[in-house]
């Protein structure tokens, strides 16, 4: 970098930090892999966890910027990962951050045929809004095949990429990991009631719509935000000093 960071740069790093211990803290963890970027509302420039430093370790100083455009020069320490962030945000205006990980049972589910059914609260949630991705299992190195992803995730909130892991979307960098840990406990859920071989139960379309307009509204998803903050300053003492 070479210009003076804004104070709304500085913030967003913070917040990136923070979000990147959240997801440590929820089971999304897989060495110094997976990442989490964010952006402001239709930015042509994104900030992004750096490689080699996992989510369980990064620290406010450890974003760098990405472009949308896949053209322009790349950080020298840009996550490999990076075409899918690039891919995700060019073909959705809309998308303010993005989580990548392989946590562990996004990424069993997304292995099997199953459909993610409406079985708690968090699987309702993802209702007509889960894509999957089963083109390559490989790490996502290319913008084409980052495109690939994009188009299987279409106007949903996230994307199963088969034998890999994850990828949730959101309007702001509080949806996108509160989803994501949304979506991890929602496949770990069901395939403990698989695992039963027994039939379960699952809510009502009646329900599914409630559930998505009241426990998934806007005024919820901060709550559970401020909830996972708390417990990331008691868990990792130094996000605290973060201000
Ligand atoms: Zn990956």
């Not at 402001?40 to 966890?49: D, R």
């Not at 370790?57 to 075409?83: K, N, T, Y």
Request: hydrophobic share 45%; glycine share 8%; aromatic share 6%.
């Amino acid at each position: 970098m070479t210009r003076a960071l804004t104070p709304a740069e500085l913030q967003l790093h913070r917040n990136l930090a923070v979000a990147s211990r959240i997801l440590s803290i929820n089971g999304h963890d897989d060495f110094h892999q997976g990442q989490v970027s964010a952006r402001a509302p239709g930015a042509a420039e994104f900030w992004i966890k750096r490689s080699m430093i996992g989510f369980d370790e990064a620290c406010p100083d450890d974003m760098v910027l990405g472009h949308v455009d896949p053209a322009q020069p790349v950080h020298r320490d840009a996550p490999p990962e990076l075409p899918l962030h690039q891919a995700v945000y060019a073909a959705r205006p809309d998308v303010g951050a993005i989580v990548h990980s392989h946590a562990p049972h996004t990424l069993v589910f997304g292995a099997t045929e199953l459909e993610l059914r409406p079985l708690s609260h968090d699987g309702a949630c993802f209702q007509g809004r889960l894509g999957r991705f089963d083109e390559t299992s490989q790490t996502i190195l290319s913008i084409d095949v980052g495109a690939a992803v994009a188009r299987a995730l279409g106007d949903g909130m996230a994307v199963l990429l088969k034998n890999h892991g994850g990828l949730i979307i959101g309007s702001s960098l509080r949806q996108a990991v509160v989803l994501a840990i949304v979506l991890e406990r929602a496949c770990q859920l069901q395939l403990l009631a698989e695992s039963t071989g027994k039939p379960y139960a699952a809510s009502s379309v009646a329900d599914v719509e409630g559930k998505q307009d009241y426990i998934y509204s806007g005024v919820s998803l901060k709550s559970y935000w401020d909830h996972a903050v708390r417990r990331a300053r008691r868990v990792h003492a130094e996000v605290a000093t973060w201000k």
